[in-house]
């Protein structure tokens, strides 16, 4: 298959299925997809995440011989994933039209940033569709509306993506329509919040004042609480029967518990729950805390901060972590979690150096060396494998 786009719809969605065992040709402009040089002048997390196991081919497509490349490369691939703006997938000539015309039976998936609409040739980010979405409203930081950080939305994205190129792969040859796959992250935004919309819309029917989504995880003693060791432990309290068994782990008095015992008694004064719960965690240590949740069964994980995630012993398992050098760095990466489905040949690989197979590519369509030579020296195309640099920190 081939991926052209950068940052993290396009370069998940191709990572995904370079797992399950796809060949991926990443085509990169001669300057390198932009997240090679994000961080500190090297590359940053998602072309390191999302980019390993991969084929990196340089093409300047706006030259007619760099062009004639990237068709000859068309005519033998399955799929093409992009996540390029509109109008420069038209005006580099990378239009579902102009690749079917190439290879009648590519399936074509484009991911934009708004479907068909008004806003259909705007751009869109991450950001911008947790703000149009409803997520933005009610993530504040200091009152101020924040992102989320995670760049989720293209994330799912690239995983509709990929639940959209298998089906193409399923459809009849001919049938153009179920073979192109061209939608938004604004669409996916909207999929996704459709169980906050559907627990507004109900509230507002039934007379709630200023109604807000999350309503059915916004619950009473279902959060983050402090250790008395300074560590975070979320305690998972969505039943009644978790109500009884953390009360009796953590030794809350009788008539405490009694008082709380229904759902609706803990959302009436939520913040006196919450003010039991708190207070009988951070008398505890960690430990302690965690031994006595797990010996009544009412669940519960560390909150871990990011340079330690890979330490926890369910991360460790064979196969759920690939380890690869990139540069003068090693990477654990988290591998698809579908572990009987990974491609394990290659998975440790890490991400192509830019243009990396760029000469391999052009031999394997049957370019001749004197060919390559002159293609090189044209610019339409680059092989530079340029090393891996990264700015030390002062």
Known sequence: MIELGSLVAAPFASHILAQLGAEVIKIEPPEGDLTRTMTRGGPGG???????????VCIDLKTVKGRAFFERLLARADVVVHNLAP??????????DACRRVKPDIVYCHIQGYGEGPRHHEIASNPAIEASTGV??????DGRPTRMGPAYHDQ?????????????????????????IEFGLYETGLHIAARDLAGVQTKTQLGVKNPSGGGEFALPGYGAYETADQRWIYIIMLADAHWKKFCEALDIPEEDSARFATMRDRKKQRSVVEGIVKSAVLVRSYDDVAKRLEAVGVGF????????VL?????KEPHKVGHFGFGDLE?????FPFQSQIEHKGVDAPPPLLGEQTSEILRSVGYSDAEIEELLAEGAVTAPVNPIKWAAAR
């Open 46 to 56: 998602s072309f390191i995440a999302y980019s390993r196991g991969k084929k990196s």
């Open 87 to 96: 109008n420069a997938a038209q005006r580099l000539g990378i239009s579902y």
């Open 136 to 141: 933005m409203y009610s993530n504040r930081v």
């Open 156 to 180: 799912f994205a690239g995983t509709y993506a990929v639940i959209g190129i298998l089906a193409g792969l399923n459809a009849a040859k001919d049938d153009a329509e179920a073979r192109c």
């Open 301 to 308: 994980t560390e909150v871990r901060d990011l340079p330690s």
């Open 311 to 315: 330490d926890e012993p369910q991360a």
């Open 331 to 335: 990477f654990q990466m988290p591998n």
